[in-house]
């Protein structure tokens, strides 16, 4: 396991060097695809990657990676301008097959592809220990202990919309020392419990939260929060949040793993628990919709959020991460990388998987993945989706696209959302 781990690791970087490059080269005929459709596969069955490489490759280099296969590495030539690289799926899990080229005026490239195995039998290998539960309520009763009193500011709103929508920052105090910040946005002039309320958030960084206007106008209109994971002050010059990136904040996904009661991520989830706390109490929310929402950090937080707050009544997460932290294809921030062995003591009570497990089986839930996301693998965040006992859960996966939505996705997202609202407003009878 020695080598997979050192393969798959080596798969992590090169899809951090590799996104923008992924990116331009989306089109009908990627460089290395699974040659089934959906790039589905059963344990025991054969794999075939088609290289579709670019004109004039002449040679190329390839590595099998993921849970799914043995590692494997071999080489070719081109003949005809394509080639065919063949695995054998042998557990549940991802194959990734990494391609290095080499052409005809000695320049060289990169590509890879995934094909995805058994992905409904992932388990996550993170344990779910004992006092989980108890944990969890012991950051809510600190969080009691301490007086929310919201501070709000008036915020302005890009012109195009600014007839339509209002916009606010609410500031509030928590436990930890930073506080919390975030962004509402809501229709002009809306009436009493008349909206849903879509808690929204980020991925992972440092950076300022804003309005978010075409959102608040989804269907006949949403109440929007947008979190900011740091508690920090929205519309500050950029040297503001670039001090803070590379100063306070550099690299606060690596902190303290050795010790959950310490660990960076458990002041976030008492941050966003407050969040929740002042959404249930704005005027225009309807009571009935919430949505927990996000992508990357956000999509764990999202879930975080629909485990802890038995309110939620939808869950819609893109590429989450934090998820199967103890398997080799941890998703961000894979804390196994450079914590060893001591972050297995803060692991279980963080892990996507984890929290899925405790989303009401009523809530309905979204999930996506991309095939060749080497951030947030797609078997890490199977483990999770896996976990979730909804009556209607649904997974989007992105074949082509590394760590980042696709238009398909970003489509199927927002019309699983408009259907929550309105699936749950005629089991209301408010339609």
């Given at each position: 396991m020695k080598l997979h781990h050192r393969i798959f690791v080596l798969l992590l970087c090169l899809g951090s060097l590799l996104l923008s490059a992924a990116a331009a080269e989306m089109t009908a005929s990627p460089p290395v695809r699974a040659e089934r459709t959906n790039a589905r596969y059963q344990v025991g069955e054969e794999v075939r990657f088609r290289l579709n490489l670019p004109a004039g490759a002449a040679e190329y280099s390839f590595r099998l990676a993921g849970n799914g296969a043995n590692p494997v590495t071999?080489?070719?030539?081109?003949?005809?301008?394509?080639a065919t690289i063949t695995a054998k799926a042998e557990r549940p899990g991802m194959i990734f097959c990494i391609v290095d080229y080499l052409m005809a005026d000695g320049k060289k490239g990169s590509a890879w592809g995934g094909a995805g195995i058994a992905l409904e039998q992932v388990k996550s290998e993170t344990p779910d220990p004992k006092d989980f539960d108890e944990f969890w309520a012991t950051a809510k009763a600190e969080l009691a202990q301490v007086p929310a009193n919201p501070i709000t500011r008036p915020l302005p709103v890009d012109a195009r919309f600014a007839d339509q929508v209002e916009a606010f920052e609410v500031e509030m105090a928590?436990?930890?020392?930073?506080?919390?910040?975030?962004?509402?946005?809501?229709?002009?002039?809306?009436?009493?419990?008349?909206?849903?309320?879509?808690?929204?958030?980020p991925g992972a960084g440092v950076g300022s939260t804003r309005p978010t206007p075409e959102w608040a106008l989804m269907g006949d209109g949403m109440l929007i929060i947008a979190f900011n994971a740091h508690g920090?002050?929205?519309?500050?010059?950029?040297?503001?949040?670039?001090?803070?990136?590379?100063?306070e904040l550099r690299d606060y996904g690596k902190r303290d793993w050795d010790n959950p009661e310490k660990v960076y991520f458990r002041g976030i989830v008492q941050r966003l628990l407050r969040t929740f706390e002042y959404g249930r109490t704005l005027p225009a929310w309807d009571g009935k919709i919430l949505i927990s929402s996000g992508g990357s950090q956000g999509g764990w937080l999202a879930t975080v959020g629909a485990a802890l707050n038995p309110d939620v009544t939808c869950l819609a997460a893109t590429v989450p991460a934090m998820s199967n932290l103890a398997s080799d294809e941890a998703g961000w921030p894979q804390p196994k990388r450079f914590q060893s062995a001591n972050a297995?003591?803060?692991?279980?009570?963080?892990?996507?998987?984890?929290?899925?497990a405790r989303v009401r089986p009523e809530v309905d839930c979204f999930y996506s993945v991309g095939f060749i996301d080497g951030t947030c693998p797609a078997g890490s965040i199977y483990a999770a989706f896996n976990n979730l006992r909804s009556k209607n859960k649904f997974c989007q996966n992105d074949i082509e696209f590394p760590h980042r939505e696709s238009p398909a996705t970003r489509k199927a997202f927002d019309e699983f959302l408009l259907d929550h609202v309105k699936h749950m407003r005629q089991d209301n009878g408010t339609l």
């Amino acid at each position: 396991m020695k080598l997979h781990h050192r393969i798959f690791v080596l798969l992590l970087c090169l899809g951090s060097l590799l996104l923008s490059a992924a990116a331009a080269e989306m089109t009908a005929s990627p460089p290395v695809r699974a040659e089934r459709t959906n790039a589905r596969y059963q344990v025991g069955e054969e794999v075939r990657f088609r290289l579709n490489l670019p004109a004039g490759a002449a040679e190329y280099s390839f590595r099998l990676a993921g849970n799914g296969a043995n590692p494997v590495t071999g080489s070719g030539k081109i003949e005809g301008g394509s080639a065919t690289i063949t695995a054998k799926a042998e557990r549940p899990g991802m194959i990734f097959c990494i391609v290095d080229y080499l052409m005809a005026d000695g320049k060289k490239g990169s590509a890879w592809g995934g094909a995805g195995i058994a992905l409904e039998q992932v388990k996550s290998e993170t344990p779910d220990p004992k006092d989980f539960d108890e944990f969890w309520a012991t950051a809510k009763a600190e969080l009691a202990q301490v007086p929310a009193n919201p501070i709000t500011r008036p915020l302005p709103v890009d012109a195009r919309f600014a007839d339509q929508v209002e916009a606010f920052e609410v500031e509030m105090a928590c436990p930890g020392g930073r506080p919390v910040r975030a962004v509402v946005t809501m229709p002009k002039n809306a009436q009493p419990k008349s909206l849903p309320l879509r808690i929204n958030f980020p991925g992972a960084g440092v950076g300022s939260t804003r309005p978010t206007p075409e959102w608040a106008l989804m269907g006949d209109g949403m109440l929007i929060i947008a979190f900011n994971a740091h508690g920090l002050p929205s519309g500050m010059p950029d040297s503001f949040y670039n001090e803070l990136r590379e100063g306070e904040l550099r690299d606060y996904g690596k902190r303290d793993w050795d010790n959950p009661e310490k660990v960076y991520f458990r002041g976030i989830v008492q941050r966003l628990l407050r969040t929740f706390e002042y959404g249930r109490t704005l005027p225009a929310w309807d009571g009935k919709i919430l949505i927990s929402s996000g992508g990357s950090q956000g999509g764990w937080l999202a879930t975080v959020g629909a485990a802890l707050n038995p309110d939620v009544t939808c869950l819609a997460a893109t590429v989450p991460a934090m998820s199967n932290l103890a398997s080799d294809e941890a998703g961000w921030p894979q804390p196994k990388r450079f914590q060893s062995a001591n972050a297995e003591r803060s692991m279980p009570y963080l892990d996507t998987a984890n929290f899925a497990a405790r989303v009401r089986p009523e809530v309905d839930c979204f999930y996506s993945v991309g095939f060749i996301d080497g951030t947030c693998p797609a078997g890490s965040i199977y483990a999770a989706f896996n976990n979730l006992r909804s009556k209607n859960k649904f997974c989007q996966n992105d074949i082509e696209f590394p760590h980042r939505e696709s238009p398909a996705t970003r489509k199927a997202f927002d019309e699983f959302l408009l259907d929550h609202v309105k699936h749950m407003r005629q089991d209301n009878g408010t339609l």
